[in-house]
């Protein structure tokens, strides 16, 4: 089973890696687009209010610019402890016995813009850029990924269940044909339902984490309500390839 993760805005400072390797990635047949936007992103930092603007970026302008400029220097740490917020908070890979992290690392996987998607393990500098993002005098990042980035998913999974629990704009990078998806509603009193953001990231984490903890080897979206359930998610079936959490 492949748990695909959606990445974060906020991110992680520092860590204890050397600088960025693409060699020591996952997913290596990826590194052709890597290489291709590090250079774009890091041109791009050399104009500070150009990138302020491509980026979308407001106070947090001039450190998140700083980061983008510095890629190929900085200090690297493991993914699942680059990656911050909502989601990874409720997954609290901190909380992870030695054996419980090696299964998180051999099951989870984070979605990027600027790398396509990295697995848990995979040494990554701090980076700001995001799925909906167009970068000057490049196509944008679906077609940048797109011929790329969902063989690389397939090969990497191996013929196993994907769990697929990235973003909308994060899953049109690669989508991966037949992975199961999660999608968080928030039920009303008078019975209606609606998605509502930070509960959405809150029980993708919880779903997450019990994809890891599990035993369980599932094969399809029934495997995954079972894990889920037992967790103490409350969920249904929408169809062979969606999965609904309620809140």
């Excluded at 790398?115 to 990554?124: S, T």
């Excluded at 701090?126 to 077609?143: D, V």
């Excluded at 999974?157 to 973003?167: I, N």
Aim: glycine letters at 10%; zero cysteines; proline letters at 8%.
């Amino acid at each position: 089973m492949l748990v695909l993760l959606p990445p974060s805005e906020t991110k992680s400072d520092g860590g204890r890696g050397g600088p960025l390797d693409l060699a020591a990635l996952s997913l290596p047949a990826l590194n052709p687009v890597r290489a291709q936007l590090l250079d774009a992103v890091e041109k791009l930092a050399a104009d500070p209010a150009a990138a302020a603007a491509v980026l979308g970026l407001g106070k947090s302008a001039e450190a998140e610019i700083a980061r983008n400029a510095a890629l190929r220097t900085s200090p690297t740490r493991p993914a699942l402890e680059r990656y911050t917020g909502v989601l990874y908070d409720a997954l609290d890979a901190r909380s992870f016995t030695r054996a419980q992290k090696a299964k998180a690392l051999h099951r989870l996987a984070v979605g990027s813009a600027l790398f396509g998607v990295v697995r848990a393990g995979d040494p990554i500098p701090a980076y700001r850029l995001s799925g909906g993002t167009r970068l000057p005098g490049l196509p944008t990042l679906p077609a940048l990924w797109k011929d790329a980035l969902t063989p690389a998913l397939l090969a990497e999974a191996a013929g196993g269940l994907v769990v697929d629990l990235r973003s909308g704009s994060y899953q049109a990078l690669g989508p991966v044909p037949g992975a199961v998806t999660a999608t968080v509603l928030t039920e009303q009193p008078d019975g209606s339902r609606t998605v509502v953001s930070h509960f959405n990231k809150h029980h993708k984490g919880l779903l997450a984490r019990a994809l890891v903890l599990t035993r369980a080897d599932p094969s399809d979206v029934r495997g995954v309500g079972r894990i889920a359930a037992k967790a103490g998610l409350r969920v249904e079936i929408a169809s062979p390839t969606e999965l609904l959490v309620l809140t």
